[in-house]
């Protein structure tokens, strides 16, 4: 008898990391897959970083680190938070952790008491909810279709807070949908949350750097709600160092500090190599950060103008990430080959074992009308897996 806790028995498992899962299992027997599933930069870690590792190894960092992470490494948080965002921290609120995901969870358990509402703007990336959950929380889930560049409105914000409200939870650049709020749109939120002191935001700005309007902006820029805002950022995707797990969050010091107890609790401080390559990543020249994002600009170009040849599909123009979210609903109940596309959960397994190629539904991402593509593998898999993707769609009647 499996005797689980209710807890685990809420959660959903990972939809992206299921997709991966198979295929990966499609590959193994021999078949050509575009992956086109995991939000994981192609490319390798920069040297300079990988050398800041190996001198780490060789100069004995090898021991336990400190749970808010190593002195040195938060300096260079402050740093750059000063430098890239006008923003003033002291190293005592910043959390180093295991991922940006770590980071965000930590945050969610520190806040959320048993019946708080967190608001989450959908589509949203699939862990938000989910954690939630696991913090007794309630999801409160605010829709922003592609006819809004699905990005939520002070209006809808406001609409949705009640005396319950806890937190927002707001991702910019947007996984799933590569949307970007810009200053004005900020502001609008900002100046709800101001109305409204007992609400806390979670700012992932995990794709700060992944962006093509020039500058990021942070809500924690607007003074009206600096104080209650975390910012959530790291390493894996500005740095193409998704397996070095290194995130850190930075907001008041009472939260930073709670958020310390409980990481201390169950995985103490995080890599102690990784700690020190990070620090490199942001004390170290920055060249390989806009020669990646250049290089994400050019596929996002590529794949929304193919995107956008194929008929039936509804496409965005994405501002940041590595994501396009098509609008794909106009397949649903057509078929091919006797095989019926009810809706994208469907879409994408159809795509994956008819084309070939690895999507996300949309489902799990809280828009069950579109699907989810990572642009960040090469052009020449991304033209042709646009390729096998339009010949798959036109077979379905």
Known sequence: MMDLSDRINRLSPSATLAM??????????????????VGEPDFNTPDHIKEAAKRAIDENFS??????????????????????????????????????????????????????????????????????????????IVHAGIDQDFKITGEQLESHITEKTKALILCSPSNPTGSVYGKDELKALATVLARHPQV??????????????????SIAQCEEVRDRVVIINGVSKAYAMTGWRIGFAAGPEWLIKAANKLQGQYTSGACSVSQK???????????????????????????????????????????????????????????????LVANADELAMYLLEVAHVACVGGTSFGAPECFRMSYATSDENIVEAMRRIKEALAALR
């Not at 899962?21 to 575009?34: F, H, M, N, R, T």
């Not at 050019?298 to 994501?323: C, M, S, T, W």
Request: glycine content about 6%.
């Open 277 to 339: 390559a990070a620090e490199a990543a942001y004390l170290g020249p920055q060249e390989p950060v806009e020669e990646m994002r250049k290089a994400f600009e050019r596929r996002r170009n590529l794949i929304e103008k193919l995107a956008k040849d194929i008929p039936g599909l509804e496409v965005n123009h994405p501002q940041g990430a590595f994501y396009l979210f098509p609008k794909c609903d106009s397949f649903y109940g057509k078929q091919a080959d006797g095989r």
């Open 20 to 37: 991966s899962q198979k295929s990966s299992e499609l590959k193994a027997q021999g078949i050509d897959v575009i992956n086109m599933s």
């Open 63 to 140: 021991r336990y680190s400190p749970v808010p992470g190593y002195p040195a490494l938060r300096n260079a948080i402050v740093a750059k938070l000063r430098a890239e965002n006008g923003l003033d921290y002291a190293p005592t609120q910043i959390s180093v952790s295991n991922g940006a995901k770590q980071c965000v969870c930590n945050v969610v358990m520190t806040l959320v008491n048993p019946g708080d509402e967190v608001i989450v703007p959908a589509p949203y990336w699939v862990s938000y909810p989910e954690m939630v959950k696991m913090a007794d929380g309630t999801p409160v």
């Open 200 to 217: 806390y935001v979670i700012a992932d700005e995990i794709y700060e750097h992944i962006n093509y309007v020039g500058h990021h902006e």
